[in-house]
């Protein structure tokens, strides 16, 4: 086989590739040797910013394909037929460390698929958990800052952390998840998945549903307790990504199910809590699983930073039949989901093969850095004109809807919906096992114990209210390992 020549990037061929030009055997380097420097500029630009929340990832593509009729809740042509599929791409990843830190840290894992569909890309980015620590998008800079490190010392701080979520007592019932076993899942594919917000599906008949996504593993759920997390932390902190590689090389493709909870209009109005609260839960007594369908993972990138790293999620990206909700949460990751990638790749990263449509794109922007003319070329770029052939569709008209009222304000998000505490004791009692409520209280008192500081009895003692709140036994549990003496004052506040 012929060889290939080493070329520049501007594909010319040469051949010093070792050795820099000098004046002399040992005289200084020449700055007219500029392969020397186009492949040292290079080299230092070879990074883009992290990303600031779920650094670090894995990713594989793979086939969704619809296994259910649905057609009833949504006029998407993905689920229009049982047994339409197309491809997929999805990334799991931790959400607070950095793009260097451990796979098995405890933190909840970030879940994001992205479909390629005929009606344009669709991205569902949610998370392992059904639920999530805030409410409002407003609270979300404030709560990772408290997940990341201390400006002072740049050292991680469970001061900071308890210190916020024992003054927002809407985080308790995703705390009491991470601090489970859950908060430790045993590598991507043993997890399940889920939207998390709740969204809307739109019918032929242009009616709505709310609905809200879940992922089933088909591998089984399967945890680390903590002490193994935090031993593998040390042997193989890229412990998930090698297992999510290593079972796809070997062909063990990992499979989640699909279902949908649905719930009406009516029914929302009635709902005993907000059903657009990211922190609560829709029981499936209520409203069951609908199954829709099956995704499977088949394939790992031939280039990580290509696929993986450059790859962008937004929930904004929708398709047809498929919409928001009045989730504050999911609002304000409308905006900033895409403009965090319009910083760190680029405002022409739906480009890239990874986040490209591989169908249809036509639209009338252009330009800006890394501006690919290939799908445009030479055509107009404004709209209307007298040259293109690109007309709006009025089938793909959103959705027209009334809002309940016309009153703008900033609203307490907890008024007359601040009941935190039902749900997290529903989760302790009702779906953890003995052994689930061990590792938990051990798990609670473990990181407690990193509080420190003159705030430290207050921070304690202000959390210790919001376990009696949610369960008495929690709380003395968690109490009694941490030494705290209960007094009546506390009950109280419990009560």
């Known amino acids: 086989m012929d060889s290939k020549k080493l070329t520049l990037g501007s594909g010319a061929p040469y051949f010093e590739h070792q050795d820099s030009q000098t004046v002399g055997p040992r005289g200084p380097v020449l700055l007219q040797d500029f392969i020397l420097q186009e492949n040292l500029a290079h080299f230092v630009r070879e990074r883009i910013p992290e990303r600031i929340v779920h650094a670090k990832g894995s990713g594989a593509y793979g086939k969704f394909t619809v296994t259910h009729d649905i057609s ?11 047994g339409n599929s197309c491809k997929m791409f999805a990334r799991f990843s931790t959400v607070g ?6 796979d098995t840290a405890r933190d909840p894992r970030g879940f994001a698929l992205k479909f390629y569909t005929e009606d344009g890309n669709w991205d569902l980015v949610g998370n392992n958990t059904p639920v999530f620590f805030i409410k409002d998008a407003k609270k979300f800079p404030d709560f990772i800052h408290t997940q990341k490190r201390v400006p002072k010392t740049n050292l991680k701080s469970a001061t900071m952390m308890w210190d916020f979520w024992s003054l927002n007592p809407e985080s308790l019932h995703q705390v009491l998840i991470l601090m489970s076993d859950r908060g430790t899942p045993h590598g991507f594919r043993h997890m399940h998945g889920f939207g998390s917000h709740t969204f809307s599906m739109i019918n032929a008949n242009n009616e709505r549903t709310w609905v809200k996504f879940h992922f089933k593993t088909k591998q089984g759920i399967k945890n680390f307790s903590n002490e193994d997390a935090v031993k593998m932390a040390g042997e193989n902190p890229d412990f998930a990504q090698e297992d999510l590689c290593n079972a796809i090389e070997n062909g063990d493709f990992p499979k989640w199910t699909m279902y949908i909870q649905v719930m009406t209009e009516e029914q929302a109005k009635d709902f005993r809590w907000n059903p ?21 993972l088949n394939e790992i990138p031939v280039n990580y930073f290509a696929h993986v790293e450059q790859s962008t999620f937004s929930p904004s990206n929708l398709i047809n039949g498929i919409s928001f909700s009045p989730d504050k949460m999911l609002q304000g990751r409308l ?3 895409p403009d965090a990638h319009r910083y760190r790749v680029g405002v022409n990263a739906h480009q890239l093969e990874v986040n490209r449509c591989p169908f249809a794109v036509n639209n009338y922007q252009r330009d800006g850095y890394m501006a690919d003319s290939s799908d445009y070329g030479d055509k107009p770029n404004y709209h209307p004109n007298s040259f293109d052939d690109i007309k709006p569709d009025p089938s793909y008209k959103g959705y027209d809807y009334e809002l309940d009222s016309a009153h703008v304000a900033s609203y307490n998000r ?3 919906d601040d009941d935190h505490y039902t749900q997290p004791g529903l989760l302790y009692t009702k ?11 051990n798990n609670i008192v473990g990181s407690m ?24 036994e929690l709380g003395m549990k968690v109490a009694s390992q941490l030494n705290i003496n209960i007094d009546a004052n506390m009950m109280n506040h419990s009560k």
């Not at 779906?431 to 209280?441: G, Y």
Request: hydrophobic share 35%.
């Open 449 to 472: 114990r990193g509080i420190d500081g003159p705030k430290r009895d207050e921070i304690i003692n202000r959390q210790l209210c919001h376990f009696f709140r949610a369960n008495i």
């Open 414 to 416: 907890n008024e007359n």
């Open 72 to 82: 009833q809740y949504t006029k998407a042509k993905l689920f229009s037929t049982v």
């Open 335 to 337: 905006f900033s989901y």
């Open 276 to 296: 657009f609260d990211i922190t609560k839960v829709w029981f499936q007594g209520d409203f069951p699983l609908i199954e829709v369908g099956e995704m499977e």
């Open 97 to 102: 460390g950095e793009k260097g830190s451990a």
């Open 431 to 441: 779906a953890m096992n003995t052994e689930d409520r061990e590792h938990l209280i």
